[in-house]
T-cell receptor
């Protein structure tokens, strides 16, 4: 059981380049999300999805696109990278429904935009 | 939207002493409050969570208390050990879990002095 898998672990981009951060989970979680973590800022929600074909914006969505074609995968796309997008990105998933359920995080992708 | 404030940003305690981290939230509809521990270079991992119908929850040396009236919740770690050194994040969720995205505090760097 791999849990939440993120690739790549590290990436360096030049301003204006595009790339996709991959996220896959094998726990049959309906909910998947992307957070960015910056020093002193905690974890901020970028986009989330409550099921295949459904996505929504979080707190800091500008500059990022997502899609959810399958339950397992939730890629995050940077169309034109900017230095302000230098950060550590975490994908996380959980079950939806009442009662509360904890997020399962991937190991993160450290992105540097020069 | 929800706003979570976390204090202190850094906490240094002697090994064996207790540590307390406090969080406040803004939306009285929030009903799920997890705490995550993040070691350097690693992903956040859930250590304990509490739901709004419970006032206190304990798991060995870790406890969380919730005051719904005052809209604050706290993490208590007793008999601290060197392996407790990490960054701790509190979070709050409006939905029954992660479905609408957790709002995180900015984190507390806990340092255990030998």
């Amino acid at each position: 059981n791999a849990g939440v898998t993120q690739t790549p672990k590290f990436q360096v981009l030049k301003t204006g380049q595009s790339m996709t951060l991959q996220c896959a989970q094998d726990m049959n979680h309906e909910y998947m999300s992307w957070y960015r973590q910056d020093p002193g800022m905690g974890l901020r929600l970028i986009h989330y999805s409550v099921g295949a074909g459904i996505t929504d914006q979080g707190e800091v969505p500008n500059g990022y696109n997502v899609s959810r074609s399958t339950t397992e995968d939730f890629p995050l796309r940077l169309l034109s990278a900017a230095p302000s997008q230098t950060s550590v990105y975490f994908c996380a998933s959980t079950f939806t429904g009442q009662g509360g359920s904890p997020l399962h995080f991937g190991n993160g992708t450290r992105l540097t935009v020069t | 939207g929800e706003n979570v404030e976390q204090h202190p940003s850094t906490l240094s305690v002697q090994e064996g002493d207790s540590a307390v981290i406090k969080c406040t939230y803004s939306d009285s509809a929030s009903n799920y409050f997890p705490w995550y521990k993040q070691e350097l270079g690693k992903r956040p991992q859930l250590i304990i969570d509490i739901r709004s119908n419970v006032g206190e929850k304990k798991d060995q040396r870790i406890a969380v208390t919730l005051n719904k009236t005052a809209k604050h919740f706290s993490l208590h770690i007793t008999e601290t050990q060197p392996e407790d050194s990490a960054v701790y994040f509190c979070a709050a969720s409006l939905a029954g879990g992660g479905a609408d995205g957790l709002t995180f505090g900015k984190g507390t760097h806990l340092i255990i002095q030998p």
